[in-house]
């Protein structure tokens, strides 16, 4: 019975990576388009980019770690000066689509513009050649795979099924991309993000603090990837700003945990793979 | 990197404004007209009236705080006992709709035929002129924006990008109304309306005091506008009652703490506005 | 400004109506009627037969008191053995319609029939002819009242819009029937009924107890009536019986609670209203 | 007033059935076809058998425990490697259709489809024939039952009406299935399983342990059968897997509880029913 197994770097049991997904006013345009003139809907989304970023940068900056921003290419065209504070700080920039639009296996054409138009913007903003990709709503096909592949995306995180990173393998048995999966657990969305069309409940510090740290101290246990799926529309909030603060205390109790960035993850498979897994993955 | 920033009147560390939202049997007709036959469903809305404001008069009058009610004019219509003695305790009356219809941006006389009826009944029963207004569902748009403008509203507490008062812009770069933003999770819909249509999940005590507290704890600290979004019909409710006063002993604990209504706090912002904000807002 | 007001017998500070909806299938039958041959559906309300009602009478009859089971007409024609089994236990049994069918007021034919039949299947099984009545789901409306009336109802509990009871006026001024008002919080139903097309979170002990506690508490300073609507399909479970019996005992610690059918409570208000109110009825 | 009863073997004052309903894709397939090219939201699904089927095995190895996996034919069909590891640790396979369709009744052809294939590949893969049978979504109706029987599935675990397991009687009076029946209370997905379609909200340990230990201490009070319905996609992630250990642990502390499969209890019930049931049964 075959498991995916990882060994980290400088002997860390677990990694975490806090990533943010910087929507902005994206995740409300590509959930339906009217709203682009509905501003006080906008106004939800960009309260990440007034208000989410600023406090974020502060926090990590405090905490010395660094993160990667899976950003919109429509987020950077808007928001520039929020990109170069990220990238200021030493933040990696990621692929997070141009509109924040679904990915349609059936409308390649227009997966495509998704992607070019992400790269342009990243790239006009402030310079980057994104190395990872992070799908809008986590939702991935075979056709958008291979695109991400020929745009020299070399690494993904939108997949819900292993605790360590592995190497995809495509229908035709070729190698893919390398997988940074997900717990849909950890996303913040989750907890604190509730609109007029989409009531979710709303949780506060006691309720979050006692999944994620469970989690972690599981997944700590079993030597996994800890990723944070953070949007500063939400987490940007005042007490969830003060529930990332105290999860990443909590977390610095462990020994061995190795804060990273998904592009770090990344180079840590690849060493990985190259001493562990290299027949398997040539297959 | 700018972000917006505000100093409060009188030294205080941050400002609180403790709103409601008296929709009344509005709520219920707003979703579906149809509710009109529908005397039970309409039951819920008038509990706003018949215990809810009374109960509230009641706790604000002990802890000497002054308010704003955001009334549709319809609720001013069938209820006028209500609002006279909302205005005699002193509290503020703000404008909500007529109806409270959602705003549509493709139905300006709609729009304004809600607008002036609200201003209309607003007058006729309690003799009132608001100057702020508060959208229905928190919609807004820029045809109904500037419509507001026109008619003399001065301040909206409608969006949800900032933790400060600030000065809209409209899109062709002129000044536009003192926003007062809100912050999702300061609504009380979220934890205690619940209905055969909208089956949301139903919270006590514990949770909603644990994560208004929070919100407040990081708000003070950041020195921001908390504004609490209440319902009659919801706080009104004995429990959510208990709530609201437990809170509000709370806040009592900090220094500093301005409880303000909302014409005050657009009033300090004008103050703040001409000392700091000049050049800003001319642009 | 005019507040409804009651004085309770026996100089009791409030009143409790542990009210039972015995609906069975019929839950799942009014909501889609294709459900019929969905036995595991129906099985999900059989429960409350098979189990609940057993268990619940069992409580009672520790606890020594009385309640109210509003059973539709259908359960009473399938289940005439609980029905037996109720009445011996000296319970009061009242109208919850046939099929539980929402009512709807452009088909007062089909309200009748619901109406009628639901009479006609208590007398049938266990003689009764009862004389309070709760609307499916909670829905009223004008023509139902006045069926209502036609038919020998005096006393109804479907309303939400007041916490003590009082005389319904009808639109023409006429005086209407008893009512009897409930509060959405203290509905089993929010917390522990989920299911495949309503998948509502599940909440235990602690959860509901916080509510309900808190809730009497309150509605206990404010001398209100205070009706739990519980369901034998959903309080019927094991953590739920032990709720219930959990809730009865926290009450036992407050003096002055007059636990009380509909039909008492009714009669409560009768008194009061003679004494205190005659002029007001009367308009 | 007559309701079900049940003795246990060995003098146990409970019967407890850890099972599990290993669905992997099936379940996002069977809610939308075309998620077979979404592959983001299968590997919801594949976390179960990549992750969640070996943790599975590791804790109930460490717990000495067997327990039943409701596997559908299309999980055995894609890994035959997880379900040889199920059967070498000597746990029961039962059958839960083939791609997880919900049956309908209109449909009989398509669910004897579904019920072949299903035997077909748990045959297939593992030279298993079944003896129980849970309905995807737990669904169940008249024809379906009829083929089962036709099939010879001999006992069943879909249905929502007792705390005891009891002989399913068939419309024309003839003796059917033996029914294992659940508690919704105690299916992982309550509080686990979210997506982007169906957004519900996420609990953590306390809250679930406290739902799962309440209904345990009264249902092992009530002498019950109590039949936790976990999903490896779920239940396997790193939380959740602590959960199931720390309610295992919980319920260790109770004295005369009989852990058993599904075969084990549908025996247990055949002895019962032979002793004490004969004559019912047989009417």
Redesign the interface.
């Known amino acids: 019975?075959?498991?995916?197994t990882m060994t980290w770097p400088h002997g860390a049991k677990c990694a975490v990576l806090i990533s943010f997904d910087f929507d902005a006013e994206t995740l409300w345009l590509s959930r339906d388009p009217r709203n682009i003139?509905?501003?006080?809907?906008l106004?939800?989304g960009?309260?990440g980019s007034?208000?989410g970023v600023?406090k974020i940068l502060e926090l990590m900056r405090q905490e010395e770690i660094k993160s990667t921003f899976f950003v919109p290419g429509w987020t950077a065209e808007h928001h520039p000066?929020?990109m170069?504070?990220i990238v200021k700080e030493g933040h990696e920039i990621a692929h997070h689509g141009y509109l924040h639009k679904w990915p349609n296996?059936d409308d390649v054409a227009g997966m495509t513009e998704e992607i070019d138009r992400g790269f342009e913007w990243l790239h006009k903003t402030v310079g980057v050649t994104p190395l990872g990709y992070r799908?809008p709503?986590?939702?991935?096909?075979?056709p958008l795979?291979k695109l991400l592949i020929s745009r020299g995306i070399v690494y993904d995180s939108?997949?819900?099924?292993?605790?360590v990173p592995y190497r995809q393998v495509m229908p035709d048995g070729s190698s893919g991309l390398v997988e940074l999966?997900e717990?849909?657990?950890l996303d913040d969305c989750?907890?604190?993000l509730?609109?007029?069309t989409?009531?979710?409940?709303?949780?506060?510090?006691?309720?979050v603090l006692?999944?994620w740290q469970?989690?972690f101290?599981?997944?700590y246990?079993?030597g996994?990837l800890f990723i944070l799926v953070l949007h500063p529309q939400v987490t940007g909030?005042?007490?969830r700003?003060?529930i990332l603060r105290d999860f990443i205390k909590f977390t610095r109790n462990f020994s061995g945990v190795w804060y990273a960035t998904g592009k770090e993850i990344y180079q840590a498979f690849l060493a990985y793979e190259r001493t562990h897994l290299r027949k398997a993955a040539a297959e």
């Open positions: 019975m075959h498991v995916n003139r509905n501003l006080s809907i106004s939800f960009r309260y007034s208000v600023p000066d929020r170069e504070a296996p799908s709503a986590g939702e991935s096909n075979e795979l939108s997949f819900k099924d292993d605790i999966p717990n849909p657990t989750a907890y604190g509730s609109s007029t989409t009531p979710r409940p709303l949780f506060g510090k006691e309720h006692g999944i469970e989690e101290k599981q997944t246990e079993w996994g909030r005042p007490m700003m003060a």
